[in-house]
């Protein structure tokens, strides 16, 4: 393909025009770019595509592509081979987190983590190896917006996959065209939005060889449905105002119930079937967790820098700015955003060498990070529930009361803020502020991003079995044991004490 360049805005949402099943309040949803529910969430996603092609931005969003097309594509789309290339891939994935405040968990270039690997990693996947090479090369010419779901349903989890197979994702024949297959995941965040569903297990060994299954699955196949939890961008619709819901508006990627009815998988969308081994160790060897900590970890320092501007100007506000304990409480805030910059910028900067020369993200701090966010999202939160307390809900119900002539006078006068600030600026920063932390899209940030990188169990004991693989741990056994061996019940045994 000469020439190749990403989608732009305008094609991608014509490319969410077809098929695809989705079902919310009982009823399929036959228009998705126009729906209530999906139509400004595809808007704000559209604005990421557009970017790619904004001379102001292409520098830091975007790259030449390595297929030979002469094109270019989103940075984190590209493997990787020295700092400096992580180091672009870090500023791509903050700037495009800033086109959604960093609320959009699962954009484009989330994906990304996984299809970024495929070209140095192709030989992994064998005997299915050019399907990796083909994907990798397609998903960059285009910046394919790809999602997972990888986590079986909570259903019978004590029980083995085999045993669950009514439930769990499974192969049940196959054919020369592919394999048919059935089951449920959970739970397939703003896959309504995108273009293709990536399948995998995750966290539960397999044993039968028909749930050895990695793959993808394109939107509109035959017999995949998403069967979407309540929607907040429809509910905003529908009871208010962007003044009122600013984030649950637009930035509701939705999370669904990926359910598969008899599914043909052609076998050029399969990356691993049948390979007990091989799908057991996808998880650590596809570069994947290296790669989507590190992405996880940047949107969040970015969005953790939109919620502290935004308690700043809440405090200031309501005049208690200056309050010594407050400060200390935002100068928390500040310190956490700060901690996963650092982290951010150490996985770059101390990367793990890989397959054929590339790099990945260092996996220490990516792991960090996963047990971090779990302590310090809800301490964010926490703090502004504390600190800005009443002022979140001395609020009219909506814009529509602004407009009301009998209203206006008394809320210009008891509504308005400290040091100026007229009621209607305050009222938008509250009101914005609940949104991210106290309506129904505010909680279930916090659910996302406790359990956005695992469960908060497995996410410390992944960091013990990493060390203790890699040494790390007896390490830091023997250098206790070179200090115990300076003495002993006589006294010292170093010769250079006295």
Not at 362 to 388: S, T
Request: hydrophobic share 40%.
């Amino acid at each position: 393909m000469a020439d190749s360049r990403p989608m732009n805005g305008d094609e991608y949402i014509e490319s969410l025009r077809d098929d695809r099943e989705i079902y919310l309040y009982g009823e399929r949803v036959k228009d998705l770019v126009n729906h209530p529910a999906f139509r400004n969430p595809v808007r704000m996603t559209a604005r990421l595509y557009n970017a790619l092609h904004d001379p102001d931005k292409r520098d830091v969003l975007t790259t030449a592509t390595d297929t030979g097309s002469g094109g270019y594509t989103h940075k984190f789309f590209v493997t990787s081979y020295s700092v400096d290339e992580l180091v672009g891939d870090q500023r791509a994935i903050a700037e495009w987190a800033r086109l959604s405040y960093g609320w959009m968990g699962r954009s484009p270039d989330y994906k990304a983590s996984f299809l970024g690997t495929l070209g140095a990693n192709a030989d992994f996947y064998e005997p299915f190896a050019d399907n990796a090479r083909r994907w990798y090369a397609e998903s960059q010419e285009k910046v394919f917006y790809w999602n997972h779901a990888i986590v079986h349903p909570p259903v019978d989890r004590h029980r083995p996959p085999d045993e669950v197979s009514d439930v769990y994702v499974h192969v049940e024949r196959e054919t020369d065209a592919g394999l048919v297959v059935s089951g449920a995941k959970v739970v397939a965040t703003g896959s309504a939005l995108t273009h293709y569903n990536f399948i995998a297990h995750y966290g539960i060994p397999v044993k039968r060889r028909e749930f050895a299954l990695v793959c993808t699955v394109p939107m509109n196949a035959p017999g995949m449905k998403l069967v979407c939890r309540p929607s907040y961008s429809a509910t905003a619709a529908a009871t208010g105002t962007p003044f009122d819901y600013p984030l649950s508006s637009r930035l509701d990627e939705n999370d669904t119930i990926l359910v598969l009815d008899k599914v043909l998988i052609p076998w050029e969308n399969v990356f691993i079937y049948g390979d007990l081994s091989k799908a057991q160790l996808f998880t650590g060897q596809s570069g994947f967790v290296e790669r989507f900590t590190f992405h996880g970890c940047t949107r969040l320092a970015v969005k953790l820098e939109f919620i502290a501007g935004l308690l700043a100007k809440a405090l200031a506000t309501t005049g208690t700015a200056d309050f010594r304990g407050v400060q200390s409480r935002l100068g928390e805030v500040l310190a956490w955003g700060k901690l996963f910059w650092a982290l951010s910028d150490a996985a770059a900067r101390n990367p793990t060498p890989w397959k054929n020369g590339a790099l990945l993200p260092n996996a220490g701090y990516g792991m960090v990070y996963r047990w971090f966010m779990q302590l310090g999202y809800p301490r964010v939160r926490e703090i502004v529930l504390q600190d800005v307390a009443s002022g979140l809900i001395y609020l009219p119900s909506s814009a529509a009361d602004f407009k009301n002539p009998e209203l206006r006078r008394y809320l210009d006068r008891y509504l308005r803020g400290s040091d100026g600030v007229d009621a209607e600026h305050r009222a938008k920063i509250m009101k914005l502020l609940w949104d991210a932390v106290g309506t129904e899209f505010g909680g279930r940030h916090e659910l996302y991003e406790r359990n956005y990188a695992g469960n908060h169990e497995n996410t410390r004991v992944e960091m013990l079995f990493a060390d203790t693989a890699s040494g790390d741990l007896e390490r830091h056994k023997a250098f206790v044991e070179s200090f115990l061996d300076e003495y002993d019940l006589d006294g010292w045994t170093a010769a250079d004490l006295i």
